[in-house]
């Protein structure tokens, strides 16, 4: 079956940056968008971060210019390097696939544990 492992958050300073990770696997890893998406307490959860098989790349406007998605096939890992972080990018931060059907994002039914991100003000 699926499975997502995310890693490499923690509390972190306004200003900081962290670098998250996320091992998959039960998944062709190579040919699927990938994405991070993340939820802050009562609200709901989004895509932040995209990226192809091929490496092509879109943010939320909210992170766009902070965060970088990235990936590694050959590992099935994909990252997450958040910079200039502040306090509204405080949530647990998932990765998943991020496939765009039809023109329309599919939101994944199956997610891990994630990872929690807290940034300090």
């Known amino acids: 079956q699926v499975q997502l492992v995310e890693s490499g958050g923690g509390l972190v300073q306004a200003g900081g940056s962290l670098r998250l990770s996320c091992a998959a696997s039960g998944i062709i890893f190579s040919i699927n968008a990938m994405g991070w998406y993340r939820q802050a307490p009562g609200k709901e959860r989004e895509l932040v971060a995209a990226?192809?098989?091929?490496?092509?790349?879109n943010y939320a406007d909210s992170v766009k210019g902070r965060f970088t998605v990235s990936r590694d096939n050959a590992k099935k890992t994909m990252y997450l390097q958040m910079n200039s972080l502040n306090p509204e990018d405080t949530a647990v931060y998932y990765c998943?696939?991020?496939?765009?059907?039809?023109?329309?994002?599919?939101?994944?039914?199956?997610w891990g544990q994630g990872t929690q991100v807290t940034v300090s003000s």
């Open positions: 990226i192809t098989g091929g490496g092509s790349t």
């Open positions: 998943n696939t991020a496939a765009v059907v039809g023109g329309v994002r599919v939101f994944p039914k199956y």
